[in-house]
């Protein structure tokens, strides 16, 4: 195998680890251990307990109970795992483990643990619990980084980023009014985790502080797990642009109201769902975009529509590229207003989130550790959103994806084998170490 930049820097960690850094005394090199499946399969069955649903997932929604819960089960694992444990002002539980140097910045790796309702056992666990199996083989392996590492869990993942917003300064006031699924607000349940929704510019973190950030995660689509590989290198986070739309026709009676003189707003929403579809398949790349709500009014079978409510959303990992689609979607509408007589309206929602690629020196690392350990692995983007794409803007920002079975997520029936799992974290661990070593120094 030809070696890299990443791999050469991969194997200077573990070689640097090994001998116990400049100046100790040598030892053989060896690797670092490989993760223990059953170890991973166990927590990620235990923590699946708090918030356990009839369907064999879980309802573990942020600040209820059975989210208190599962942090208490998880800081407990910290503890025995000789973390210093804190919950920071968002409400952010924080594991860290000292580095050898003082003064170097943190190393910072972890996910969420927060579910949507009836959802799965593997979204944001599989992170968590793979960055606390990165540090339990540290410590069995008797290793010290250079740099502290800190084991995170980010608050309420699932309801908006809020735990991963606050510690990149973009949580707002208005975002917490917001009623989460717990049926508190996010200010209040901020307050219920142990955080302190007055206090939060205190839980920013400054660039300087963090040397870099790493996020495992299950893919949640199916294309690692169709063509067989063990690891994806996510390029970068989509950003998501949304829009509610309405369209104005003419309501009237369905039997009186001759074809050719309706004004259907109906007919001009199939036509506009058409559109979308055409205009997004229409340039190559992997942008999506979906209409996935609809409402016609007044909702009677003998009535002719006259309005339509309806969603639009575009996903893409380049903002000019949604840009142009949107460009051309509002082309379309401009002609089905000419076609049908009826009104269309755009109105953007204000929960857009912007592109966020990953560090390409950090995804470098990823594919080599990869590499190293016989893996096949690929580059893609993730289609859905993560706490990783807050912290991109602040310090550089990997994620590192593992298979999910049929590429089902946010359900129980989500799943991971603990090989993938455990595949996962061998790959974090030895970027970790690269990284640590000064890869991106």
């Known amino acids: 195998m030809a070696l890299t930049h990443g791999s050469l820097a991969v194997s200077a960690a573990l070689l640097l680890l090994a001998t116990g850094g400049p100046g100790a005394r040598a030892q053989a090199p060896v690797g670092p251990p490989r993760a223990d499946p ?7 069955l235990a923590l699946g307990r708090f918030g356990a649903n009839p369907e064999g997932g879980v309802s573990r929604v942020a600040f209820s109970a059975a989210d208190i819960a599962g942090r208490d089960y998880v800081a407990s694992l910290m503890k025995a795992a000789g973390l210093r444990v804190r919950v920071d002002a968002a409400g952010n539980l924080l594991g860290r483990r000292e580095g050898r140097e003082p003064g170097l910045p943190t190393i910072l790796f972890g996910s969420h643990i927060d579910s949507v309702p009836g959802g799965g056992n593997y979204d944001g666990d599989v992170g968590v619990l793979g960055a606390l199996e990165c540090i339990e083989l540290l410590n069995a392996a008797s290793l010290v980084t250079r740099h502290p590492l800190e084991v995170v869990v980010f608050s309420d993942e699932e309801g908006g980023l809020v735990g991963s917003r606050a510690v990149a300064g973009g949580l707002t006031p208005d975002a917490l009014e917001i009623v989460s699924h717990s049926g508190l607000s996010v200010r209040d349940g901020i307050r219920a985790i142990g955080g302190d929704p007055d206090r939060l510019a205190s839980a920013r973190r400054v660039g300087p502080e963090l040397r870099a950030f790493l996020e ?30 309405s369209i104005e026709g003419v309501a009237n009676h369905a039997g009186t109201t001759p074809m050719d003189r309706r004004q259907d707003a109906l007919l001009a929403a199939a036509q506009f769902v058409l559109g979308v579809n055409r205009v997004v398949t229409s340039v190559p790349g992997r942008q999506v975009g979906t209409v996935g709500r609809i409402t016609a009014t007044p909702g009677a079978p003998n009535v002719i529509p006259g309005r339509v409510d309806l969603s639009l959303e575009l996903r893409d990992l380049s903002a000019e590229k949604i840009r142009s689609l949107f460009a051309s979607i509002e082309a379309e509408a401009r002609a089905i207003e000419a076609r049908t007589g009826t009104r ?7 929960a857009t989130a912007v592109p966020a690629p990953t560090d390409e020196r950090v995804r470098r690392l990823i594919a080599a550790a990869a590499a190293e350990l016989g893996l096949k692995h690929m580059s893609m983007p993730s289609g859905a959103g993560h706490d990783a794409q807050d912290l991109a803007p602040l310090t550089p920002t990997g994620m590192i994806f593992v298979p999910s079975a049929g590429g089902i997520s946010h359900s129980p029936k989500e799943y991971t084998t603990p090989e993938q799992m455990a595949r996962g974290v061998d790959v974090l661990l030895r970027s970790i170490l690269a990284i640590d070593a000064g890869a991106l120094d």
């Open 38 to 44: 059953r170890r991973l399969e166990a927590r990620v």
């Open 216 to 245: 495992l995660h299950i893919e949640q689509g199916g294309v690692l797990d169709e063509k067989g590989f063990d690891i994806g290198v996510v390029e970068g986070i989509v950003g998501i642009n949304w829009w509610d739309v």
């Open 344 to 350: 269309l309206s755009f109105r953007p929602i204000d």
